[in-house]
């Protein structure tokens, strides 16, 4: 099975054999040779192929990459913890930061300040 994205509708992903809106994803999480998608609706998909082979089309869509395990959907931040390293998504899902990207994360985070007030 390949994933793709959808011909018809760019704004979509196709993960196995269902079409899913890329909005509609919460987060991507890496697990050796697999990527776990978790959606809004608390569904988890899990599919064979790497994070990293899925990483510049949600990086297009607005996702942040935090972690070389987690690929991010901002709109579903519920908390930033800057001093524990780790923000809190919707469905209580947890994604680490790593100290390299921490620094993007926070510039990221307060140039676009007032997208994200609960954050703060």
Same mark, same amino acid.
């Given at each position: 099975m390949k994933t793709h994205k959808n011909k018809t509708q760019s704004n979509d992903i196709?993960?196995?054999? @269902?079409?899913?809106?890329?909005?509609?994803?919460?987060?991507? @999480?890496?697990?050796?040779?697999?990527t776990f998608f978790y959606l809004n609706n608390g569904k988890k998909i899990m599919y064979a192929k790497t994070i990293k082979s899925f @990483?510049?089309?949600?990086?297009?869509?607005?996702f942040l990459r935090v972690h070389r395990a987690y690929i991010i959907n901002s709109a579903y931040m519920e908390r930033y913890s800057r001093h524990k390293n780790y923000i809190l998504m919707q &469905? &209580?899902?947890?994604?680490?930061?790593?100290?390299?990207?921490? @620094?993007f994360l926070d510039y990221y985070l307060f140039d676009q300040k007032s997208s994200f007030p609960h954050i703060f």
């Open positions: 196709r993960i196995g054999a @269902e079409i899913y809106p890329i909005s509609d994803i919460v987060m991507l @999480e890496a697990s050796i040779n697999y @990483e510049e089309q949600f990086i297009s869509h607005g &469905n &209580n899902l947890r994604a680490s930061i790593s100290r390299r990207r921490k @620094e």
